[in-house]
T-cell receptor
Framework: GDSVTQMEGPVTLSEEAFLTINCTYT??????LFWYVQYPGEGLQLLLK?????DKGSNKGFEATYRKETTSFHLEKGSVQVSDSAVYFC?????????????FGQGTELSVKP | EADIYQTPRYLVIGTGKKITLECSQT?????MYWYQQDPGMELHLIHY???????EKGDLSSESTVSRIRTEHFPLTLESARPSHTSQYLC?????????????FGEGSRLTVL
């Protein structure tokens, strides 16, 4: 079945460091790919998405490119801030999944130190 | 900004009690979901609904039940709570007419069963 695998956390960075969180997926169809972010004590919110191969999603300085050849959707940010400390979830929604259910990775906790 | 609300945010109860977690959305979304989030952060779909009078079990077996009598309301009930039910429960909804998988989440209900 479809699945999402993320790099394990926690990831600890200093402010202004470069961030990469790896995400790879397995899907039988043509999935849409997402990054959700969960700040402490809150629910998840959509950070960015890409709906087809080679699309780049971007928001708040974060970006991720849908790579069909490597089945990857790695999240990057050039210069992280303390306020970026959160848990990041990679997710997919398969085109053939009429329920619209998201399949989530296990989450990667990011901690940014001043 | 998403308009989906969960109550209570925090609940501590004794074993054997009946509890209902409330979830309401004002966006007119047909699709609603309940996720259970364990301490390791991983999200598991336990229930979903495609509309009024439609409910389905998710990927993770759960002793909880749900109902969908009104579009905006999707409560989750545990008839007899146990310590193993201690977790965070996240409600989400989706308009998703194009089946792109974007969900809007509530802030969560953190349940502790003693």
């Amino acid at each position: 079945g479809d699945s999402v695998t993320q790099m394990e956390g926690p990831v600890t960075l200093s402010e202004e460091a470069f961030l990469t969180i790896n995400c790879t997926y397995t899907a039988t169809g043509y999935p849409s790919l997402f990054w959700y972010v969960q700040y402490p004590g809150e629910g998840l919110q959509l950070l960015l998405k890409a709906t087809k191969a080679d699309d780049k999603g971007s928001n708040k300085g974060f970006e991720a490119t849908y790579r069909k050849e490597t089945t990857s959707f790695h999240l990057e940010k050039g210069s992280v801030q303390v306020s970026d400390s959160a848990v990041y979830f990679c997710a997919l929604s398969d085109e053939w999944n009429q329920g619209g259910k998201l399949i989530f990775g296990q989450g990667t906790e990011l901690s940014v130190k001043p | 900004e998403a308009d989906i609300y969960q109550t209570p945010r925090y609940l501590v109860i004794g074993t054997g009690k009946k509890i209902t977690l409330e979830c309401s959305q004002t966006m007119g979304h047909d699709k609603m979901y309940w996720y259970q989030q364990d301490p390791g952060m991983e999200l598991h779909l336990i229930h979903y609904s495609y509309g009024v009078n439609s409910t389905e079990k998710g990927d993770l077996s759960s002793e909880s039940t749900v109902s969908r009598i009104r579009t905006e309301h999707f409560p989750l009930t545990l008839e007899s709570a146990r310590p193993s039910h201690t977790s965070q429960y996240l409600c989400a909804s989706s308009e998703d007419s194009r089946n792109t998988g974007e969900l809007f989440f509530g802030e969560g209900s953190r349940l502790t069963v003693l």
